[in-house]
Nanobody, 116 residues
């Protein structure tokens, strides 16, 4: 199995920045993409950003130009750099691993709160 552990969430003022980390461990698997998703209270989980094994990236329109997804292969860690944060970015952020087999693994989530 694949284990994902997120960290880096917290409280930040509008316009501030946070960097989330997702550390992977467990079985050797073929991962197609790693991604960040978020879920705000009363809303559905939405895709924020993804990065494939070929290093191509994709972002939700709402975060383009503000968020950057990256990875450190040696550390088996995926990052989400979040700049110019807005109150609407407040959510629980989840790390996801999507395998070529179409199986998905999820982290436990980390809370991001943007408030003045």
């Amino acid at each position: 199995q694949v284990k994902l552990v997120e960290s880096g969430g917290g409280l930040v003022q509008p316009g501030g920045s946070l960097r989330l980390s997702c550390a992977r461990s467990g079985s050797t698997v073929s991962i197609y993409a790693m991604g960040w998703y978020r879920q705000a209270p009363g809303k559905q989980r939405e895709l924020v950003a993804t990065i494939t094994s070929a290093s191509s990236t994709n972002y939700a329109d709402s975060v383009k130009g503000r968020f950057t997804i990256s990875r450190d292969i040696a550390k088996k860690t995926v990052y989400l750099q979040m700049n110019s944060l807005k109150p609407d970015d407040t959510a629980v952020y989840y790390c996801n691993a999507h395998l070529y087999s179409n199986n998905d693994f999820w982290g436990q989530g980390t809370q991001v709160t943007v408030s003045s």
